[in-house]
T-cell receptor
């Protein structure tokens, strides 16, 4: 398996533009997580899906952020409109669920810069 | 809800020194525990994990961690660090009866001086 695949790897956009980050989880995994990492705040969980259903989105900063998982093999994180303070590395991770399968595998991340 | 605390935010060691990074979690039920490592500019990778059985877990690159249930702790150790261990280390917990959510601690930045 190729692991968790995120695209794009780097994104530079202007303030006010819409940004869409994409994630393909590992095949067969039923949990998907979006994290944001910054120097100031460290690693923050934004939203967590289980079987394509959002379970906990309490970490989503505000209404400008939205996430979808239309099927088991694809998820998006959208920011509209983007702001400079959204600049961060966004990681997607997937796991097989609780018990012995709970290990999360991370993608390479998307480095977002909003200017 | 579960939470994870890593009390050491920055650690600086010389090569060959011993390492211990603290991790405490708050959750009363059964948990899975993890340590992840993030090398500069890279994504998080699993170092080791505890699900059940022997509370002393051995991972890759000479790392180990001990689960002490009575202290809600899962400290990471390595007897002799190397310059290549310079990275950020994250402790994480998955509470088995609270869905599959993985909660991370704030991370500890380790710098090993050559």
């Amino acid at each position: 398996d190729a692991g968790v695949i995120q695209s794009p790897r780097h994104e530079v956009t202007e303030m006010g533009q819409e940004v869409t980050l994409r994630c393909k989880p590992i095949s067969g995994h039923n949990s998907l997580f979006w994290y944001r990492q910054t120097m100031m705040r460290g690693l923050e969980l934004l939203i967590y899906f289980n079987n394509n259903v959002p379970i906990d989105d309490s970490g989503m900063p505000e209404d400008r952020f939205s996430a979808k998982m239309p099927n088991a093999s694809f998820s998006t994180l959208k920011i509209q409109p983007s702001e400079p303070r959204d600049s961060a590395v966004y990681f997607c991770a997937s796991s097989l669920g609780g018990g012995v399968g709970a290990e999360a595998f991370f993608g390479q991340g998307t480095r977002l810069t909003v200017v | 809800a579960q939470s994870v605390s890593q009390h050491n935010h920055h650690v600086i060691l010389s090569e060959a020194a011993s390492l211990e990074l603290g991790c405490n979690y708050s959750y009363g039920g059964t948990v899975n525990l993890f340590w992840y490592v993030q090398y500069p500019g890279q994504h998080l990778q699993l170092l080791l994990k505890y699900f059940s059985g022997d509370p002393l877990v051995k991972g890759i690159k000479g790392f180990e961690a001990e689960f002490i249930k009575s202290k809600f702790s899962f400290n990471l150790r390595k007897p002799s660090v190397q310059w290549s261990d310079t990275a950020e280390y994250f402790c994480a917990v998955n509470a088995r009866n609270a869905g599959n959510m993985l909660t991370f601690g704030g991370g500890t930045r380790l710098m090993v001086k050559p």
